[in-house]
């Protein structure tokens, strides 16, 4: 999993399941944003819209939950 953990400068940090890594953001579809999911292609990255819209609906229910109680 590769997600957008944060925008420094002309880089995005993103963290993968081995560590952070820095990215130009050049080389990132212009519409990603922070948290978003990417998929990494012989071409570059595209935004995994539905992984990113079911992740950010988890934590917004995690998030919820937590306030309930």
Partial sequence: MI?????????????TDSGFIDV???NLPK????G?????TPD???VDTE???AR????LARTKNRKEK
């Fill in 24 to 26: 130009p953001q050049i």
């Fill in 56 to 59: 950010r609906n988890q934590l």
């Fill in 51 to 53: 992984a990113t819209a």
């Fill in 36 to 40: 978003d999911l990417l998929i990494q």
């Fill in 3 to 15: 997600i957008i953990d944060r925008f420094e400068g002309t880089f995005a940090v993103l963290e």
């Fill in 44 to 46: 570059g990255y595209l």
């Fill in 31 to 34: 519409e990603a944003k922070e």
